[in-house]
């Protein structure tokens, strides 16, 4: 098992941007992938992007492809979300997840405790 802990969400009007971090802690950072979802109110958990253990693949939800940005910096045990142009449809807890690979292979079982994004219109 590996502790997450999300941080950097806020309120922010359309258009505008937040960057999201994820703090990992009891298990080897560079040993699995890393991914970010969203669970807006009255909805269901989904997937928002993804990035292997070196940062050298990543994959994102069609809803934010040219938005968002996933990165990580091992030495830093930490993960990114870099998110650009929001959208009030982008309002959501925003959670990080651990994989149980080194590459994406979406078999999440760490997760952080979600951070909140709202985003005014």
């Known amino acids: 098992q590996v502790q997450l802990v999300a941080s950097g969400g806020g309120l922010v009007q359309a258009g505008g941007s937040l960057r999201l971090s994820c703090a990992a802690s009891?298990?080897?950072?560079?040993?699995?992938?890393m991914g970010w979802f969203r669970q807006a109110p009255g909805k269901e958990r989904k997937f928002v992007a993804a990035?292997?253990?070196?940062?050298?693949?990543?994959n994102y939800a069609d809803s934010v492809k040219g938005r968002f940005t996933i990165s990580r910096d091992n030495a830093k045990n930490t993960v990114y979300l870099q998110m650009n142009g929001l959208k009030p449809e982008d309002t959501a807890v925003y959670y990080c997840?651990?994989?149980?690979?080194?590459?994406?292979?979406?078999?999440?079982?760490?997760w952080g405790q979600g951070t909140q994004v709202t985003v005014s219109s």
């Open positions: 997840a651990a994989d149980s690979s080194k590459e994406i292979v979406g078999r999440w079982d760490s």
């Open positions: 009891g298990r080897t950072f560079s040993n699995y992938a």
């Open positions: 990035i292997s253990w070196s940062g050298g693949s990543t």
